[in-house]
């Protein structure tokens, strides 16, 4: 076993540098090359910048283009029991961004594998690298004319669809639960072997990217949300393009009344009738959509005063919470769908509106009569949210629903926003916590109760978004905005992201993906679960190479 000896790493030679140091970025260089590997500091900035104030810095980092220099990467950390932590685009927002798990670790930056390797148009698919992102995708199947859309997430256009995959993200679409929709992975493992999954390993093999499970066991998803390899190669299912989309968006004034909305439309998700991923987001989601935390209007604090909140929840159109989904197929199948909402919806407090792309161009016209009227801006707004939802579910990724992450920032909005967000270069606070719970109302307002005071024992505002990410189940969002120039806010932020992780934990609404300062925190004793993740990761990595401490319980 290899075990990598820091203190002769850090010896300092004459020149002030380390001759370890010198050694691994000489080798490092020698296999991607001198303007792509790097040990300076200002050069790995952004691998120990995040959301989440306290990010442990890189050894180092450097950035493969090819497999083939992956494969080097990987036999160079064997050699010299080198922790590597890989990350796609490093966008992983609220969760870790760019850095890694533990400290010293090299950074093994995939951003420069950015072939889309190739489409198939006939069959609806496309096989990518990890370093693709939402728009580069996006772009190509517009460039080529191709009737076929991508699930978007509301990430933004430049994060990693691979990466997104493997965190088990999940997007707008009917694809929008994005791993049931993936064929075919190739994987780098720790001895530097190169492995296909499914199919793939097959030579001339016809169907891997359109039956994911090939003969054997299916063990693609032990290469998500693990360290188990590198992965550099995925197949991914794209979306039909449909002849129709309409949009609806339910408003609901009163907090109690979702939980009756939630139960209407679940039979809708079930049967098919709701295919894309409905999204449920409180006041504070919408509202935050195109401002920062009004420090003018409440000075010295942390949370919105009610009133204020008020007032803003009113410039913006909506209620309590916003329900929105996309209503997809042909204008026929379209209509159905209207109707079978309208009707389930006949009985609740909802306020229901659908949007077609006529009566967005309606509205612009409207709102340019309107002018700088209360009602030509509130109608404005209600534009601004229609027209980023119509772009997400036809597959155009933007920013837009990254705002959230600027609330509590002292400065505006940057320049070139939504198109250039990123929170961890912006300087933002941010904190994601995301347990699933039963698509049940009853649970939505048992979830809201439980970490809704603790939030205010804490000093934040409360933003949540519920989404139908399957048929029998909701994934929360639980964002914790905070400043990070302000030292006691950042202690407050995290004492209040640790209480609620452990409260819906106990509660039993357990998150579908962690962050990297809660992996250490998983408890594993007599967890036969973890204790089975624990034997797979000695078998695959026995020197602990790849990402050690990444979804590790009791190690970061």
Same mark, same amino acid.
């Given at each position: ?352 509106? %659908?949007?077609?792309? &006529?009566?967005?161009?309606? +509205?612009?016209? !409207? =709102? ?5 009227? #209360? $009602? ?13 939802? %119509?772009?997400?579910? &036809?597959?155009?990724?933007? +920013?837009?629903? !990254? =705002? ?5 920032? #002292? $400065? ?145």
């Amino acid at each position: 076993m290899h075990i990598f000896d820091e203190q002769k790493f850090r010896q300092t030679g004459p020149d002030g540098a380390t001759a370890g140091q010198d050694r691994v970025l000489a080798a490092l260089r020698a296999i991607v090359g001198a303007d792509h590997a790097s040990a300076e500091l200002d050069a790995l900035r952004r691998y120990s910048c995040s959301t989440a104030a306290g990010a442990p810095p890189p050894r180092g980092g450097g950035a493969p283009a090819t497999q083939a220099e992956v494969v080097a990467v990987v036999r160079l950390g064997a050699e010299l029991g080198l922790p590597l932590y890989p990350l796609s685009t490093g966008r992983n927002w609220g969760y870790g961004d760019a850095c890694a798990v533990g400290e010293a670790q090299l950074i093994v930056d995939l951003g420069r594998m950015n072939r889309i390797v190739t489409v198939d148009a006939e069959l609806g698919y496309a096989v990518i690298e990890p370093g693709v992102t939402q728009q580069q995708l996006s772009d190509y199947l517009q460039a080529e004319k191709l009737d076929w859309w991508i699930d978007c997430t509301g990430a933004g256009p430049d994060t990693s669809f691979m990466g997104n995959i493997l965190e088990r993200g999940f997007g707008h679409s009917p694809y929008g639960n994005r791993l049931q929709h993936v064929s075919g992975m190739r994987v780098v493992l720790a001895s530097g072997a190169v492995l296909d999954t499914g199919f793939g390993h097959y030579p001339g093999a016809r169907a891997t990217h359109l039956f994911p499970y090939g003969v054997g066991p299916f063990i693609d998803g032990m290469f998500t949300q693990s360290n188990f390899g590198i992965v550099t190669r995925i197949g991914i299912w794209l979306v039909p393009a449909a002849a129709c989309v309409n949009h609806f968006l339910c408003t609901v004034s009163d907090h109690v009344d979702i939980a009756a909305v939630v139960d209407a439309l679940r039979p809708l998700r079930m049967n098919g009738t709701l295919r894309s991923i409905v999204h449920i987001g409180n006041d504070l989601r919408v509202i935050s959509g195109g401002r920062v935390f009004p420090r003018s209007l409440a000075p010295d604090q942390s949370c919105l005063p009610p009133a204020v909140r008020g007032a803003m929840r009113e410039a913006a159109a909506v209620g309590a919470w916003t329900v929105s989904g996309a209503l997809y197929g042909s204008a026929a199948q379209v209509a159905a769908a209207r109707a079978a909402i309208t009707k389930a919806l006949r009985g609740t407090r909802a306020q229901t509106a %659908f949007l077609s792309e &006529r009566k967005l161009r309606w +509205g612009g016209v !409207l =709102a340019r009569v309107l002018g700088s009227s #209360r $009602a030509g801006q509130r109608l404005r707004a209600q534009l601004g949210l229609g027209e980023a939802l %119509f772009a997400m579910n &036809r597959g155009k990724p933007n +920013g837009r629903f !990254l =705002a959230g992450a600027y609330w509590r920032r #002292r $400065a505006a909005l940057p320049a070139g926003f939504p198109l250039r967000a990123d929170p961890a270069q912006d300087n933002c606070g941010m904190l994601w916590i995301s347990p699933v719970l039963p698509m049940r109302g009853a649970d939505v307002l048992e979830l809201h109760a439980l970490v809704e005071p603790l939030f205010a024992a804490h000093g934040f505002d409360l933003f949540v978004t519920f989404s139908m990410i399957n048929e029998r189940a909701l994934g929360a969002v639980l964002t914790i905005a905070y400043d990070k120039e302000d030292a006691d806010e950042v202690i407050r932020a995290k004492k209040c992201y640790r209480a609620v992780f452990d409260s819906v934990m106990n509660a039993g609404y357990i998150p579908y993906r962690v962050g990297n300062q809660s992996m250490g925190q998983l408890d594993p004793h007599g967890d036969v679960y973890w204790e089975t993740v624990a034997r797979i990761k000695k078998a695959l990595d026995p020197d602990g190479i790849i990402a050690p401490g990444r979804y590790e319980p009791g190690r970061t």
